[in-house]
């Protein structure tokens, strides 16, 4: 008897509960997609300070509920693996095989990718990945900032933001795990950055804590209690389809991971876990000569490139100051003061 009764009380409370649909249609920016379906559209920067302009978004919304990631590339229009990644999982990921929805941003620095203009938007000369949350009142990175975390962050359960080689950069495949000290969270996140499957891990434990200050697009997906992450493949200029199967097969592996589609990923078993990031800057103007390619492993005292001057005089031999990988390196001979050189990723030991 007492079982029948609990069986009933279950069922009412049930029923309605399994019966109401949170999201029957979802609305990114002008895209609205019903249930089994893919929705394209825009998020609108508005004019301000300078001109506005529209940023694509596609809303992949599953024919069953279900978490909400969102997938994003593009804040450096030139970093194209990432961003041909993105477009190529609009058409890959159907609505009628996916539990629940799929936001997907190929390019949010539209001026960068028209114009070929590396690392900033030419619009206000900013990253387009440093000015997070953004502002309403700013210059247009800033606006576009605060449109994307209105539209994209503030909808979704899960971020991944992809980045890659810029036009400068060669630079070798791995994700970033972010530390925010909430154990739960980084448990969550972690266990998405090995379904993803890059077998090299920078874990950064220095991000930003203030959700009002979070700088990065990762970031304030995670100071707002949403596990995200950071993936990055792609070299200099032409698109190297294998660096873009790699972001794609990890966004279909994340998507597997969350429930959200029937793949079921193996995650890495040994990743290379990178404690520490040393950035080589470049000292003065001149030629760059890179001796290692991206992914080489060097030792502390090797050289790993040399500068001369424009009439081929030597400058200075550029010498790795510790041993670890080279996670990027400078693809170009243009070497202005300032200038990274190249990032050497040192290697956890006993992870
Ligand atoms: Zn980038």
Redesign the pocket.
Known sequence: MRTLTLAVALSCVARPAAAQDPHPTFKVGTATATRGQTATGAIKVPQGADAGYDIPVAVVHGAKPGPVLAVVAG??GS?YASIIAVEALITAVKPADLSGTLILVPIVNIASFEKIVPHVNPTDNKSM?RFYPGAPNGTQTDRASYAMTKEVVEQCDHLIDL??G?LDENLRPYSYWTVTGNQRQDDVSKAMVLAFGLDHIIISADRPKDPNASRYLENTASTRGKPSFTAEAGRSGPVDQGDVALLVKGVQNVLGHLKMTATRPTPVARPVWIERIVNLAAEQDGVFHALVDRGAHVTKGMKIGAVTDYLNRPIKDIVAPEDGVITFIRALPSLRKGDTIANIGVIKKGA
Request: glycine fraction near 14%.
């Open positions: 804040s450096h970093e990945n980045h890659g810029d």
